[in-house]
T-cell receptor, first 118, second 113 residues
Framework: DTEVTQTPKHLVMGMTNKKSLKCEQHMGHRAMYWYKQKAKKPPELMFVYSYEKLSINESVPSRFSPECPNSSLLNLHLHALQPEDSALYLC?????????????????FGEGSWLTVV | EDKVVQSPLSLVVHEGDTVTLNCSYEVTNFRSLLWYKQEKKAPTFLFMLTSSGIEKKSGRLSSILDKKELFSILNITATQTGDSAVYLCAVHDRGSTLGRLYFGRGTQLTVWP
């Protein structure tokens, strides 16, 4: 099973709303990621969690707030977003075996959450 | 400056044709190269390549890596309309314990019936 599950699949929110995107994996992966993808562009890394700790924040504005409640779950809390934040938000996970785990490098993506900010 | 460059950016072929997609990269500490297929949703994993010269194959798709020349190709034989998608190449850099995944801009493949 190589499944990463994201909810909701579609979200429309106003600029004053507070909402959350959720991601779940049961592959025992210890690294989880949030990517943002705009139309006709490749995914851009936002955050990386490793062993439930935030290890990479790619200078993402504070209106995006990630949370990793446990090793299977990853949330992205959204507040006071702008219309230009509308995009496909992808969650991904990998085993994160470090230097010795070559086969653990594969990163699996969820189906994404389409976000529209109005 | 892009670390991963894919070519061509778009390609239109007819069913039955064979296509070759290219990916060249420049990262300091190469760990692996991954190919993904993306239709109108999330990228779907195709291959991960870590060693030069070893072809990975899955049905009509195959891929190979050349770590000396820093590139990879993805071949699709006997293309079908269902192969129409954006094909993304990504390179995993072992620059940190976790490493970063650098994506190319993708090749948009359109297969006409």
């Amino acid at each position: 099973d190589t499944e990463v599950t994201q909810t909701p699949k579609h979200l429309v929110m106003g600029m004053t709303n507070k909402k959350s995107l959720k991601c779940e994996q049961h592959m025992g992966h210890r690294a989880m990621y949030w990517y943002k993808q705009k139309a006709k562009k490749p995914p851009e890394l936002m955050f990386v969690y490793s062993y439930e700790k935030l290890s990479i924040n790619e200078s993402v504005p504070s209106r995006f707030s990630p949370e990793c409640p446990n090793s299977s779950l990853l949330n992205l809390h959204l507040h006071a977003l702008q219309p230009e934040d509308s995009a496909l938000y992808l969650c991904a996970s990998s085993q994160d075996r470090g230097e010795t785990g070559v086969t653990g490098n594969t990163i699996y993506f969820g189906e994404g959450s389409w976000l529209t900010v109005v | 400056e892009d670390k991963v460059v894919q070519s061509p950016l778009s390609l239109v072929v007819h069913e039955g044709d064979t296509v070759t997609l290219n990916c060249s990269y420049e990262v300091t500490n190469f760990r692996s190269l991954l190919w993904y297929k993306q239709e109108k949703k999330a990228p779907t994993f195709l291959f991960m390549l870590t060693s030069s010269g070893i072809e990975k194959k899955s049905g009509r798709l195959s891929s190979i890596l050349d770590k000396k020349e820093l590139f990879s190709i993805l071949n699709i034989t006997a293309t079908q309309t269902g192969d129409s998608a954006v094909y993304l190449c990504a390179v995993h850099d072992r620059g940190s314990t976790l490493g970063r995944l650098y994506f190319g801009r993708g090749t948009q493949l359109t297969v006409w019936p």
